[in-house]
């Protein structure tokens, strides 16, 4: 029973195309997230939605666009691919109060944009 | 603008040793921290935390100790076992939901 999963685990794509990630929580949590760890290693928050209201929106390029049709989902569109989007991006859920529960994370999605 | 710095990016230990690991923040409105552990070609998991009221917190193996005069922190191993071998993220909270990630520390533990 996978907590947090997400797909696709690969993505290779060119240029100026557009692509999806999906995301999904069975563990009844109220808060997703999306994370991308560059070439760096940095793990960084992009988005946050509880309860399908956006909540952190961490300067990302608009070309980015969470969509959380209900509390379980947290999907990310890319319009626009470029080079520079070429990263992991992991899925994220945690109940609203993080201080008393970490967050799961899903096993990430390698996106490489040739 | 890196709020979570993890120096010294890899160690390897003998196994059965201690396992020591660093993090020194700068924003001292951080009030929680984590470690959390990666496998490749998975995710993160929470291994352990500590609140910044507290100095040190343990579980089994694993110890984060916090000095917030220093901004540090640090999280023990011990002893060390293969199944250790692993990145470890350091993390800090400040207010709900806002968590920033050190690049991590990748730890070889040899049998």
New interface residues.
Partial sequence: DTAVSQTPKYLVTQMGNDKSIKCEQNLGHDTMYWYKQDSKKFLKIMFSYNNKELIINETVPNRFSPKSPDKAHLNLHINSLELGDSAVYFCASSPRDTYNSPLHFGNGTRLTVT | D?QVKQNSPSLSVQEGRISILNCDYTNSMFD?F?W?KKYP??????LI?I?SIKDKNEDGRFTVFLNKSAKHLSLHIVPSQPGDSAVY?CAA?RG?????????NQVVVIP
């Fill in positions: 890196q929680y984590l959390y070609a998975e995710g993160p998991t929470f935390s609140s993220f909270l709900n939901n806002r968590l920033a990630f050190g690049k991590g």
